[in-house]
DNA sequence: TAGATTGTTAATCGATTAACAATC
DNA sequence: TAGATTGTTAATCGATTAACAATC
């Protein structure tokens, strides 16, 4: 089961099918079914099936999915049945509006340390965070052990500070740098620009 | 050219192409090819060649693309040769990192308009622009005639506030709330969810 | 010219969906 | 039981890639 032979476009979906379940959970429901998760979505029901049957069988024939027990498996399949401490670079605008967002940590996330080069800014606190230097980064990173972390610095020193965060043993990393970053395959990158985003949905005005 | 047979996912890469071209460019090339554009962003040459072929022939044999031309043909293609107004809903954190980045203008997009519902938020100003009442928003997109929305609210709203939207005449929404907003088919959304993507990261630690 | 690279076709590959037996 | 929905197969659909003639 989960084995590395799932598309990871399939993989791709699976956080929206728990989010989605976490919200049904909190409006009361209790039973879902494959077609009500579709139309919600806008995924067909045949699509929701063959994804989860990729890694068992969570449904029972007339009746759908429990909630709760599809949640606690999806969790488990992604991981993020315990919570992850995340490395963060750059304490501008943008890092700050992350150290203060709540929707990490029910979620499966935490951030852990924050790191940025501006002299004015290492050793204030942000939340119940001291800001390091990026200096510090092999060091902090090894001694927290981090895995993930969020690169929200400007482009031009993202790609050698994406270096530096491989060097230092992080294996994902969350880029809103608005270019791609050249890293190891072992590496995963996920990455977020608004204006990619805009600019696909301009096509169609 | 550029009729409605063009699959999305061709439209949503051609961004990332404009994007690593103004690099290019801002690194002193004139000349590059499918080859090179390729290599930098981890996409097959033939696949760069398909996608532009969509639209037009941009490249000359033996030599590849000039970058200038390329880029002012893809922003003509994606109707970002022009600077689109957009509202911005929620003043929170987030809010205020979108509305100080400097990174929408050069690219073809610039806030408008800013709404937010909390009494002690309506009135002020965030940089130059004054923060409305959302009992505002019909007027004031018809008034400005703003096609383009961020949604940047907490997640318990969103969905009725993607509605009002709508009903302004809104075509396209920048959806920051975690969860899947339901919009007519002719309404883009385009979903920035942190979590979705560090859950999918996850998946391979 | 020789070398390089495009634009395009056809083949391959992979993802989605329709359909249905199994069964709750 | 009758109705509903799963998990899975096979068919369909769509996207990617390899290959190459055209040509700069």
Not at 179 to 198: E, M, Q, S
Request: aromatic share 8%; charged share 20%.
């Amino acid at each position: 089961m989960a084995d590395h032979s799932v598309p990871e476009i399939v993989i791709g979906r699976l956080p929206i099918y728990l989010r989605t379940l976490e919200l049904f959970a909190k409006e009361g429901k209790t039973i879902t079914s494959s077609q009500e998760l579709g139309e919600r979505l806008g995924f067909s029901s045949a699509q929701i099936r063959k994804d989860l049957s990729f890694f068992g069988e969570f449904g029972k024939q007339g009746t759908g999915y429990n909630i709760e027990y599809l949640q606690e498996q999806l969790r488990e399949i992604l991981k993020v049945d315990r919570v992850w401490g995340m490395a963060l670079v750059g304490a501008g605008d943008l890092g700050h509006a992350l150290a203060h967002y709540r929707g990490f940590e029910p979620r499966g996330f935490r951030l852990a340390a924050i790191f940025d080069n501006a002299p004015e800014k290492i050793g204030t606190r942000i939340g119940d965070l001291r800001v390091h230097a990026i200096a510090d980064l092999p060091r902090v990173l090894r001694e927290m052990k981090l895995k993930i972390a969020i690169l929200a610095v400007p482009a031009d020193v993202a790609q050698n500070i994406a270096h530096q965060l491989v060097e230092a043993g992080i294996c994902a990393i969350l880029n809103y740098a608005p270019l791609h970053l050249t890293v190891p395959a072992r590496v995963k990158v996920y990455d977020i620009d608004p204006v990619v985003g805009l600019q696909g949905m301009a096509y169609y005005l």
